[in-house]
């Protein structure tokens, strides 16, 4: 187990857990996007072996502007000058003509897709949050008090669901996976049937013929927790 991240993944379940209305995960990828966002604005940005990572990679378009956000115009300005001399030796034509112009212009746009879709944050993100989401298997499998954070969690949001449910499959025996995913569902479930209610309340209020029964602070943000519940925190 990386038990580097055993002590986030454990205090995102407890956060999760007392506020009622959160994501683990979306807490955990939140913090991690900001943490490396960070790292990289500060003393990384000029590691060399950072660098040559980055000039192959790049920044995809909202880590880039998480970047600039930031206010370190000059340091980022040097590396993406390197990584624009990067992206011009790639795909620099040369003096083609027919044929092989044809080719070297279907080479051109596989060449442009790899460069457009790559992103060192997303990387290196994604590699640590794949951890993070391992190790909360494996400590359902381990840890008894882990069990019971678990069964206190209000929801998973259904992108981070999906990708807990297929670690645990991958790591957990037939009989704990049906226990684990017995627990789960159940949580999914009755989060979802209290949402669906809570966003057909919030639409009956707008049907003049419901009279002007309040609606309850949850039914008024039902279109907000819903967004949260199928796509995630942003």
């Avoid at 209290?194 to 707008?206: I, P, T």
Wanted: hydrophobic share 35%; glycine share 8%.
């Amino acid at each position: 187990m990386e038990r580097i991240f055993t002590i986030p993944v454990n205090e995102a379940f407890e956060e999760a857990g007392e506020h009622g209305e959160k994501c683990p995960f979306c807490s955990l990828f939140t913090k991690l996007q900001t943490d490396e966002v960070d790292l990289i604005l500060g003393a990384s940005m000029m590691e060399p072996d950072v660098r040559i990572k980055t000039n192959e990679a790049g920044f995809c378009s909202r880590h880039l502007s998480m970047l600039f956000e930031g206010g370190k115009r000059l340091p980022l300005a040097l590396m993406t000058e390197s990584h624009l001399a990067r992206v011009r030796e790639r795909t620099k034509p040369g003096a083609l003509s027919g044929l092989f112009a044809a080719k070297a212009g279907a080479a051109a746009i596989k060449t442009v897709g790899e460069i457009n879709r790559s992103c060192y944050l997303c990387d290196r993100i994604e590699h640590n949050f794949s951890l993070m989401i391992e190790t909360a298997a494996l400590l359902w499998e381990s840890e008894e008090q882990f069990r019971r954070k678990t069964e206190n969690i209000g929801f998973f949001c259904l992108p981070h669901y999906e990708r807990f449910l297929a670690a645990a499959k991958e790591r957990l025996s037939g009989k704990e996976f049906g226990e684990f995913f017995g627990t789960v569902s159940k949580i999914e479930d009755r989060y979802l049937e209290g949402l669906n209610g809570d966003v057909s309340a919030f639409c009956r209020s707008f049907d003049y013929r419901q009279g002007d029964e309040p609606l309850t602070d949850r039914e008024k943000r039902a279109p907000e927790r819903a967004k949260t519940f199928l796509v995630g925190e942003e």
